[in-house]
């Protein structure tokens, strides 16, 4: 099943006791409503005869499974409601999830059916918090290429004309501090995440969509001085003015000398473009910073988007028959240039988007390797935890054709095991294969293990009129299963587990009358009593658990071993001897 929907009801007025009762009543409504065709009965339902719609996988949390049918297809669906009190805070999670369910624009169900659960279950609480809708994302993803389209067709539309009636210099005569410091503002990080347009104008394409909108009505004002009794009294010290009052006496002397509206875009533009391109901001706005939408919100915006769009592409044909200037076809190549560059991106979005294909460039194959070796790093701490006597450094990342991952000490004798990654085979071409090995050496051994990635591969089907995936872009989960199991049975064989050895061989010591390798008080680091007394398992005091050495002594009258640090001058007796002593 895929989740499609998920939304959380806040501060419930409903009893923990009556959920099951209410969320029954919530999928009957919405059989009675058309939005169910036949509900699904597991088979521990039909043997006991249970006839109700939900299911109780466990205490507060239900699920409903049914078929939705239309025009002879069916489409398998479940919506899973699970209730809890966080905080003294009750809420109810809803999710609606689809085992074979398409989304599509045009398919309004989903829609329909995520509102009716609202509307039936809103009453009775305090909050809806929405966390994840593909059906609203879908909608959104349609637009957002158009959208990119229209913002781009302005960008041109203003460098066309300014560059052609006032030069290439325009942005330097004409354009507010307010938009230039904005732009100054990104330079650096427009040109640092893009190298290869560091020596092309950037300027309209580093603004804001609202910027654009200012330059096209944009105002240029010059003072046109006249007398003013107030100001000559203040320059004659014969009253006082604050400066924001002088500002204003001046500012109304101010007329308009060039109107860019009247004078150029006016030209190519209905008079209805400037509020119709504000609507336009408004709804690319709410799209681009992830808002949800409906389909009436979807059917608005994008009537908003035709009649913008229209409005360019005619303007921009009506400035094809004006004569070019040289300016002009400068600016007008630099700006083609940025154009093709970010079509070409939205291309392979649009490709990966249909196709359900990721095509990565090197960078981004690197930045998988990367997740999943940190995650290899992760997982063999979690599986080495009870090896105190192995310590796990921290993951570095990569940074190089070749580099160390991270280190893995034996706290026994200090020996290191060093992990080291190295890239044989960077290839982001479609469906290449990329190979990085992932080296483990202990001294002289070595374990290796090649990790594969595929990268996606993408082909235009002329019959269906659309992109389809020829290679799915993975990463080998076998070769990293390999190298999780091969790098714990290296480790293990490099770095004996002395706990284990003297724990397996412990009852055949006992049985046979020997004495226990182990002295009877606990490591001073680990606290287990796994010191050793017996140098065939490692060194005399040394812990077989964490490797730590502690100081022992031999009691040399009842020969047993104790905490402390022997006196060479001797002889050394234990606490309880010592006892003995006291008391004869």
């Not at 230039?180 to 995440?193: A, D, F, Q, V, W």
């Not at 140098?535 to 047993?560: H, K, P, V, W």
């Amino acid at each position: 099943m895929v989740n499609m929907v998920n939304f959380l009801m806040i501060n419930g007025n409903i009893q923990p006791v009556d959920m099951f009762g209410y969320i029954e009543n919530v999928v009957t409504e919405l059989q009675k409503k058309g939005l169910i065709t036949k509900i699904e009965y597991s088979p521990a339902q039909c043997d006991f005869g249970d006839d109700s719609c939900l299911i109780e996988v466990e205490d507060t949390f239900y699920v409903a499974n049914f078929i939705y049918s239309k025009d002879d297809k069916e489409n398998h669906w479940q919506i899973a409601f699970e209730y809890g009190t966080y905080n003294s805070c009750s809420q109810l999670q809803i999710k609606i999830l689809s085992a074979d369910y398409e989304l599509n624009v045009a398919d309004n169900y989903l829609e329909q059916l995520k509102f009716a659960i609202k509307l039936l279950v809103k009453p009775n609480w305090e909050k809806i918090i929405w966390l994840m809708d593909k059906d609203s994302e879908q909608l959104s993803i349609a637009l957002y290429p158009r959208i990119y389209r229209v913002e781009n067709l302005a960008r041109q539309l203003i460098s066309e004309i300014m560059t052609k009636e006032y030069g290439f210099e325009w942005w330097d005569t004409y354009v507010p501090l307010t938009i230039k410091n904005k732009h100054m503002g990104r330079l650096g990080g427009y040109k640092s995440i893009t190298p290869g347009f560091a020596n092309v104008d950037e300027r309209l394409m580093s603004i804001d969509i609202g910027d654009l909108n200012s330059i096209i009505t944009l105002k240029e004002k010059k003072w046109n001085p006249a007398f003013i009794p107030e100001i000559s009294s203040f320059l004659n010290e014969q009253s006082d003015m604050k400066l924001e009052r002088m500002k204003t006496l001046l500012s109304a002397q101010m007329i308009v000398s060039i109107d860019l509206w009247v004078e150029q875009f006016s030209k190519y533009l209905s008079e209805d473009f400037i509020k119709d391109f504000k609507t336009f901001e408004l709804n690319r706005n709410h799209i681009v910073h992830n808002k949800l939408i409906d389909r009436s919100a979807y059917g608005s915006i994008s009537n908003s988007i035709s009649t913008v769009e229209a409005e360019l592409i005619k303007a921009l044909a009506k400035i094809e028959q004006v004569v070019v200037s040289k300016e002009q076809r400068e600016a007008r190549e630099q700006q083609r240039a940025i154009e093709q560059e970010e079509m070409e991106v939205a291309l392979k979005d649009i490709m990966e988007s249909e196709a359900g294909v990721k095509i990565r460039n090197s960078q981004e194959i690197i930045e998988v390797y990367e997740e999943q070796l940190f995650i290899f790093h992760s997982e063999l701490q979690e599986y080495l935890r009870f090896r105190n006597d192995l310590e796990i450094g921290e993951y570095k990342s990569i940074e190089n054709d070749t580099g160390i991952l991270f280190e893995i000490r034996y706290k026994v004798n200090d020996e290191s095991a060093i992990v080291s990654y190295s890239i044989e085979c960077m290839d982001d071409s479609q469906g290449s294969e990329s190979v990085v090995a992932v080296n483990i050496m202990v001294g002289e051994n070595v374990f290796s293990k090649d990790i594969a990635y595929t990268n996606g591969e993408i082909s235009f089907n002329s019959h269906q009129s659309c992109y389809m995936p020829e290679t799915q872009d993975s990463i080998s989960m076998e070769d990293l299963s390999a190298l999780k199991e091969g790098a714990v049975d290296f480790l293990n064989e490099q770095f004996e587990n002395l706990r284990e050895k003297v724990d397996s061989e412990m009852f055949s010591i006992i049985k046979d009358g020997g004495s226990s390798p182990l002295a009877e008080f606990s490591c001073w680091e680990c606290g287990e009593e796994y010191i050793c007394i017996d140098e065939n398992y490692g060194a005399l005091g040394q812990c077989l658990n964490c490797g730590e050495m502690n100081d022992i002594c031999f009691c040399d009258r009842c020969e047993s071993y104790f905490e402390g640090t022997a006196d060479e001058d001797g002889p050394n007796f234990c606490e309880n001897c010592l006892e003995d002593f006291n008391k004869e």
